[in-house]
């Protein structure tokens, strides 16, 4: 009889492919529709067809979102020029910045550094386990000086959004 082991391989956020495939549509949708009513004013050349396909690929860099993985003792996030990582296991500093758009900062004692949104975290309670359970590590072995405090309301949060989508599946709210 086979035991089932917890997964040590690295979780993705699950809801990326979903994302990125919006930003080639409406990539593609923005190429389409240059280029037709380009067509239909007589005025569409080579160059111009290529220039707006040029303006197609950065509507498609704009928009796709970054890609964030995590493992044991590790958060990446992948954009489309860089990767960047931090040990979650080892962190010195988490700061949370507002306005128009809210992202989460996480440096590391390595001076390794990254932002992400927190929105992710919400949306993939895979992402959040690994980063919650780096964060006790580095409580434990005393690395972690500012921010534990964002991440306690962060989790907070989490905790509370999980227990109301339970809830309203199971159709007690």
Same mark, same amino acid.
């Given at each position: 009889?086979?035991? +089932? !082991?917890? +997964?040590?391989?690295?979780? /993705? ?7 990125? !495939?919006?930003?080639? /549509? ?21 160059? $111009? ?32 020029? $860089? !990767? $960047? ?87 007690? +709210?």
């Amino acid at each position: 009889m086979r035991t +089932s !082991r917890p +997964s040590t391989g690295p979780v /993705g956020d699950r809801h990326w492919r979903g994302r990125a !495939r919006l930003a080639a /549509g409406c990539a593609v949708v923005f190429c389409a529709m240059t280029m037709l009513v380009d067509w239909d004013a007589l005025t569409l050349t080579v160059t $111009r067809a290529l220039l707006w396909l040029a303006l197609s690929c950065a509507v498609f860099t704009v928009l796709l979102p970054p890609r964030v993985t995590a493992g044991p003792g590790w958060l990446a996030v992948r954009g489309p020029l $860089r !990767r $960047r990582m931090v040990h979650t296991d080892a962190l010195a500093v988490v700061h949370q910045y507002g306005g128009a758009s809210c992202h989460l900062v996480l440096r590391d004692v390595y001076g390794n550094r990254l932002e992400l949104d927190p929105r992710t975290l919400h949306a993939d309670p895979l992402l959040w386990h690994e980063l919650d359970t780096g964060v006790r590590r580095s409580l434990e072995r005393g690395t972690l000086r500012q921010g534990t405090d964002v991440l306690l309301r962060l989790g907070h949060q989490i905790d509370d959004e999980t227990a109301l989508a339970v809830l309203r599946r199971s159709g007690l +709210s």
